[in-house]
């Protein structure tokens, strides 16, 4: 009885195993699930979502809920696709923070979830310090989206609006703006917007720090430097130390700004710490180097002007060299504390700015002196007269023309025609107020009624020229001269003449010796 049990239950098991073998397996079905675009955004982002493998719950009516809240009044109807999509808006209300959405199913339960980050109204500044005048740009995140963000800073008790700018679809959005005059530490940077009764406001701090601006930025004892300053306490009085020196002390505004100048003591050649500190200790620490330094009694003049040189901060007894561009025009010997002063005359040159060079070897300053640009006056034509017939050698002469760029000198130019494109004789920086061409520059005589055409212009030594001369015509016509073959025969004849004379003279000589 039992093995007939047994029997019967081994056949049962063989026929269900050969039952699992021939009917095929049916595939586990994949969970649903949903994906947020975006996943994070502030109040008032849409967001979609997009569910899949909702198959099994084809036609059904499911729920959406974000923050345990249901977020679409309507039930959502899965396709045939089995692919779910819809959207919703972030509402007003929403703290910030993670928000679950939730796919609730007919019976009420969830069939997938996902997280959605709710931004909370933030700024920063891309730089959290700088000095007055410096470009910032405010990020911003966290705030109501597609409506306009607004911008403040404050400063010296007053907010001022910088500037606005529209959220973007997720709220976020930024704005640049130049850091306007105030005093040194944190200022308060605010952006807000608002919907209905709600305002997104968020702030951050930018931190002013003290600058100051020395014009020029070297000098040598004596000189008188500008000096300005912001970001430093308001109305405090601000000390200049050069090394431990005080060389100004200059009261600042409500906005912690400042100029004023001044002047380099008298200290040896070196680069020097300089101090620019409030009595709140804002401070600016630089470097001011003094050089050595010289300066000309008079800046611009003509050729001659008699010019001092003078200066200080140069090496102790060493000698001392001025040169007017590339010419050397004086020397001196360095005193013992390290002044000088030296004299020279504007040499001869050309017109505008000409750099005077001051050097002993190891210090040199450059200084600049104008020489006048203003040209002589247009000599006035004498000889030859408009008009006249002349024979060779021509002799031009016209009036002397005084300049204080002495001395002066003249070019003249003779020419074939009035308007002098055809120019045959030029003679430039001639002394004297007359010519005579050599004999290899002499004029030759006037064909038909032609004549010749000449000009004059003063030069000063300054190289200005004045215009040219009213133009004058003359002449020349031929001298007599005879051929040459008529000169050898009255050499010839002179000779027959001079030698018969000594003929007769011998013989009649001869004559009187034998009578």
């Not at 001011?288 to 330094?293: L, Q, T």
């Not at 210090?363 to 007269?385: G, H, I, K, Y």
């Amino acid at each position: 009885m039992i093995c007939s049990k047994a029997l019967s239950l081994l056949t049962v098991a063989a026929i269900l195993g050969m039952l699992v073998a021939v009917i095929p397996a049916q595939p586990a079905l994949a969970a649903p699930a949903i994906q947020l675009t975006p996943a994070s955004g502030a109040v008032g982002t849409m967001v979609m979502v997009t569910g899949t493998n909702f198959e099994s719950y084809e036609g059904d009516s499911l729920s959406i809920f974000f923050g345990g809240m249901e977020i679409i009044t309507s039930p959502v109807t899965v396709p045939d696709s089995g692919r779910l999509e819809t959207g919703f808006e972030v509402p007003v209300n929403t703290p910030p923070g993670l928000a679950i959405v939730s796919v609730i199913g007919p019976l009420g339960t969830t069939l997938a979830n996902a997280s959605f980050m709710v931004e909370a109204p933030e700024i920063w500044p891309d730089v959290d310090s700088g000095v007055i005048g410096t470009s910032v740009t405010i990020t911003a995140r966290g705030f109501y989206v597609n409506k306009l963000v607004a911008f403040y800073y404050k400063h010296n008790a007053v907010t001022t609006l910088l500037g606005t700018a529209v959220a973007d679809t997720t709220g976020g959005c930024s704005h640049t703006f130049v850091v306007p005059s105030g005093y040194a530490g944190e200022h308060q940077v605010t952006a807000e917007n608002e919907i209905g009764n709600r305002v997104f406001q968020a702030s951050t701090t930018f931190e002013v720090i003290p600058q100051a601006i020395v014009s020029p930025t070297q000098g040598s004892a004596g000189d008188i430097i500008a000096i300005s300053g912001t970001g430093f306490a308001p109305v405090e009085e601000v000390s200049i130390y050069l090394k431990t020196t005080p060389v100004a002390y200059i009261a600042s505004d409500a906005f912690g700004s400042f100029e004023g100048v001044f002047k380099v003591p008298a200290m040896s050649n070196d680069s020097y710490a300089m101090r620019i500190e409030d009595i709140s200790k804002n401070r600016v620490l630089m470097q001011f180097p003094i050089v050595a330094g010289a300066s000309l009694s008079i800046t611009d003049g003509h050729v001659g002007t008699e010019v001092i040189v003078s200066g200080n901060g140069f090496t102790a007894g060493a000698e001392l060299t001025v040169r007017y561009g590339t010419t050397e025009v004086a020397q001196a010997s360095v005193d013992e504390d390290g002044s000088f002063t030296v004299t020279f005359e504007a040499p001869p040159g050309i017109a505008g700015q000409r750099t005077v060079t001051v050097s002993d070897g190891n210090n040199t300053a450059e200084l600049v002196f104008t020489m006048e640009s203003t040209p002589p006056l247009t000599p006035v034509r004498q000889l030859p007269e408009p008009g006249v017939e002349i024979r060779s050698p021509v002799v031009f002469d016209w009036g002397t023309v005084e300049d204080l760029s002495a001395p002066v000198t003249y070019t003249l130019q003779v020419a074939s025609d009035g308007e002098f494109a055809d120019v045959v004789l030029e003679k430039s920086g001639l002394s004297t107020t007359e010519y005579t061409p050599t004999s290899k520059e002499q004029l030759r005589a006037s064909k038909d009624e032609t004549a010749y055409y000449w000009r004059v212009k003063a030069v000063d030594a300054a190289s200005n020229e004045s215009g040219w001369s009213a133009v004058g015509s003359f002449r020349v016509v031929a001298s007599f001269t005879m051929p040459s073959w008529a000169i050898y025969v009255l050499i010839g004849v002179a000779v027959v003449i001079v030698g018969f004379l000594v003929y007769r003279l011998w013989k009649r000589n001869r004559t009187s010796y034998w009578e």
